[in-house]
């Protein structure tokens, strides 16, 4: 029997098996769910001693110290953002521990970042400048200049020999690489991926951001995280009940200036077009909250296609902070929280709006399945 092109791409499509965060409401899936769902402010006060961030409260993952999470042994030089992403994908395979189809030859790794760590590019490029020669540098500290090197260090820490990639999108990176881990299944390069995106909070982060914020943004208050996905086919998935979301279509566009809307909007016909989904079917829309001129046109767009009470299904990431290269990462991970906690119908369509003010936008439709 010969499956038609349409039976063919259903079967193929990725769907995402599990999934695991940290996050400013704890380390693990569960805190980050009960934060989320409940509306708790993650936000705390900075200790002045340790941080010198031109703002007094950030949303920071809490305890989390390297050494005692993952040890003392290979984090002596790890930055941050690598000690976030080695443990969200460390609780990953964890929760998935007998279930994962692929070997570790056949599991790949992509994660989504703004730039990796700008404070260890920072922190490299001053010794370079202060020390008596440029080459006088720590060279244990090289790596964490790079900008793949997060991506790179959980592979390592976890044995994952399949294919390894790092995508710097800002905050529609956790999209792009959902899109790339679907890209990957459909090619036969690996059975299983395991997909995401993390940024961390540093001096650096905080103080570009400062320079960099807009006018109508001020008073955002920066967070950090993690959040992972594992994503396997749906003809592998689909028969055993793992399975908690189908994608079923992601799309990107770029748009110049403050002029949102109507690239935004081609984006959402797009993504519906591909997704063979109507507008009214839609149940959920998560959007960015991104503050400022650019967020507020996000959200009337949203509102006049899906209803506010559309907008209104999705949890808010407020608590959370602005988690930059995290978010749509986050956003997925919302979604899932409501499935989870069967507060949303089975087979419930499901749409994330991720917009970055430097001008991308991406969309992805999902389909939480009962689980």
Not at 170 to 179: K, N, W
Not at 199 to 221: C, I, P, Q
Request: hydrophobic fraction near 40%; charge should be negative.
């Amino acid at each position: 029997m010969t499956l038609s092109a349409s039976a063919s791409a259903t079967l193929n499509r990725p769907v995402i098996t599990a999934w695991s965060a940290v996050s400013p409401h704890g380390i693990g899936k569960d805190e980050f769910v009960t934060g989320i769902l409940a509306g708790k402010d993650a936000s705390s006060r900075l200790d002045a001693e340790e941080w010198a961030a031109p703002d007094s409260r950030a949303c920071l993952v809490p305890g989390f110290s390297l050494r005692e999470v993952l040890g003392k042994k290979g984090t002596r030089s790890m930055d941050r953002v690598t000690g976030l992403a080695v443990t969200a994908v460390r609780d990953l395979l964890r929760d998935c521990e007998g279930r994962r189809r692929g070997g570790d030859e056949e599991t790949a790794l992509v994660l989504g970042t703004t730039t990796g760590s700008a404070q260890s590019m920072m922190d490299f490029t001053r010794a370079s400048l202060v020390g008596e020669q440029p080459f006088y540098v720590d060279p244990s500290l090289m790596p964490n200049a790079v900008m793949n090197c997060a991506a790179g260090q959980c592979a390592i820490w976890h044995q994952l020999k399949g294919p390894n990639t790092t995508i710097a999108g800002g905050r529609i990176a956790g999209l792009s690489a959902l899109s790339y881990a679907g890209g990957l299944l459909g090619s036969g390069r690996a059975e299983t991926v395991l997909c995401g995106a993390v940024e961390e909070f540093s001096n650096a982060r905080a103080w570009l951001d400062h320079h960099r914020r807009r006018e109508d943004a001020t008073g955002t208050m920066l967070g950090e995280g993690c959040a992972m996905f594992m994503v396997e086919s749906a003809s592998v998935a689909g028969h055993d009940g793992t399975a908690l979301a189908e994608v079923l279509a992601v799309e990107s566009r770029v748009f110049f200036g403050t002029e949102l809307s109507p690239v935004l909007d081609a984006c959402l016909d797009g993504v519906l077009k591909r997704s063979e989904v109507d507008a009214q079917d839609v149940w959920a829309v998560s959007d960015s909250e991104l503050a400022g001129r650019v967020g507020e046109q996000e959200r009337e767009v949203l509102t006049a296609r899906f209803g506010a009470r559309t907008l209104d299904r999705a949890p808010s990431l407020a608590g959370i902070g602005d988690t930059s290269g995290a978010s749509a990462a986050f956003q997925v991970g919302s979604l899932l929280s409501l499935a989870g906690q069967g507060e949303a119908p089975a087979g419930s369509i499901a749409l994330v709006s991720s917009v970055d003010d430097d001008g991308i936008v991406a969309c992805a439709v999902l389909r939480l399945l009962p689980n």
